[in-house]
């Protein structure tokens, strides 16, 4: 760590407790009051145009901080005592939480109880629903800015980028353009619309889904298909992403998530509601975490390296898992079944009219031409266990209900694996086919295109 200054202001420093792209976090003590505090110290640099640039940005953020933190008073916002700008750096005292970012919280492996994050965000919405109230927008509400402690004390930071709702937009000292996290944008944002309250509700909905899922809504692989999918698509059904979440949360984060204003919640107190009505069905608080001993041996295969983690934990969810022992039949020839199967330990043959085709090991897949035949969906083969075998079983009902990613990975890897095998079988026929025709190369190809003079 490096060596921190003993002063800034009248502060006393004490440690560092954070560092981001811009600031760096120390705890401090303040000379008028008994606990502990927290400044958020920015330095401006000057070296180059751009770097001035982005400094005037930054003055502008705190000294936005500065004049909101002014008209809020919650206990689920983060409180600002202070804001000092000097010649080189700028720096914010805020009030010390000793609380972490709801970013830790957002892979599967690391969900909260959902009773805990219903809690956790029932707060956040109060606290939008106050700030509203009081004439601000935050317009950047993600994990990030979201501290929770322990006890599931809640406090929401980060207002520089607030819009103040009561001043007009061409003189509001506050509005900066293209602001806030694109992941959880709503889709006004996103189009430079106007903005209201509406707009921290909907990217609450997204944290929300986060939260709930381990995964974003809207997911994509450059930001011009995620903006698309934001104004345009619908999110996946968060108790088909995890089963443990209630049907009654699907409506409340399908209103949250609304592209249309007018259906979209009208306050965060409304929200709020529909939180407390789904949190009162849930009778049963008690909380098992995920086991990840099986995510873990999926990890180690071959066929799911080119899975997400968030994918890999979304596989274990829709499929099942499957433990025989030897000389089982797991898929007979002829069989009107599109299940098929992931090899995790042990051996299987597969044949065809009683002649055995090959044995397949870990990581390999098997029964897969039923689910690509989209006409008679039976099965080519029969597959038996050579030895005690564990295998994934994929139901092709359960992958329907799956994301679109999950989908087309399995497609994609499954087409490139029985292109493979097709050409190991074309090869092995070959080895007892008659003798090929020799091509003559002298002779013209009938594809070659020639000029005919009439």
């Known amino acids: 760590m490096n060596d921190i200054p ?9 440690r560092e407790v954070g560092r981001g792209a811009t600031a760096v976090v120390y705890l401090a003590q303040s000379p008028d009051r008994v ?19 982005w400094n005037r940005r930054l003055l502008k953020l705190l000294k936005a901080e500065k004049a909101v933190a002014g008209r809020l008073d919650h206990p689920n916002i983060i409180r600002i005592f202070d804001v000092g700008v000097e010649p080189e750096q700028a720096y914010v005292v805020m009030e010390y939480f000793p609380g972490e970012s709801l970013e830790r919280f957002c892979s599967f492996e690391r969900l909260l109880p959902i009773h805990r994050t219903i809690g956790i965000v029932f707060k956040c919405c109060m606290a939008l629903d106050h700030a509203y109230r009081q004439g601000v927008v935050h317009r950047d509400i993600k994990p990030a800015n979201i501290l929770v402690d322990e006890h599931d004390n809640v406090r929401i930071t980060d207002f520089g980028l607030a819009l103040n709702i009561d001043k007009r937009v061409d003189t509001d000292s506050t509005f900066i353009m293209g602001v806030g996290s694109p992941a959880y944008m709503s889709p006004e944002q996103i189009k430079g ?18 939260l709930l899922t381990g995964r974003l809504p809207f997911r994509a ?53 529909d939180l407390s009505a789904v949190r009162y069905r849930i009778v049963d608080d008690r909380f098992v975490p995920a086991d990840t001993t099986r995510f873990t041996t999926l990890r ?155």
Do not use: C
Not at 35 to 53: C, G, Q, T
Not at 193 to 210: A, E, I, M, R
């Open 221 to 273: 692989g450059n930001p011009a298909q995620l903006i698309y999918k934001i104004i345009n698509a619908d999110p996946p059904l968060v108790s088909q992403l995890n089963p443990d979440v209630p049907e009654s949360m699907d409506a409340v984060i399908r209103r949250a998530l609304e592209k249309d204003l007018y259906s979209r919640y009208r306050n965060g107190a409304e929200f709020a509601q």
């Open 300 to 454: 180690k295969l071959a066929f799911f390296t080119e899975f997400d983690d968030i994918e890999l934990w979304e596989v274990l969810r829709i499929s099942n898992w499957r433990k025989v022992g030897e000389r089982v039949a797991l898929m007979r020839e002829r069989d009107a079944d599109q299940r098929f199967g992931v090899v995790i330990d042990g051996e299987v043959e597969v044949s065809v009219d009683g002649r055995r085709v090959s044995r397949l090991g870990t990581g390999e897949v098997f029964g897969e031409l039923a689910w690509l035949d989209s006409a008679d969906h039976r099965h080519l083969t029969t597959v038996i266990s050579v030895s005690p075998t564990t295998y994934l079983e994929i139901n092709p009902a359960a992958l329907a209900l799956a994301t679109d990613e999950v989908r087309e990975r399995f497609r994609s890897l499954i087409a490139t694996i029985v292109v493979k095998r097709l050409g190991t079988a074309t090869r092995e026929i070959a080895r007892t086919g008659e003798p090929a025709l020799v091509p003559d190369f002298t002779a013209t190809s009938g594809l070659d295109l020639q000029l005919v003079e009439e």
């Open 6 to 14: 003993q002063r800034i202001g009248q502060y006393e420093l004490v």
């Open 35 to 53: 606990e502990p505090v927290a400044v958020k110290l920015v330095r401006f640099h000057d070296r180059a145009r751009d770097e001035a640039k």
């Open 193 to 210: 619309y106007p903005l209201n309250q509406k707009t921290d509700l909907y990217s609450l909905g997204v944290v929300l889904f986060h």
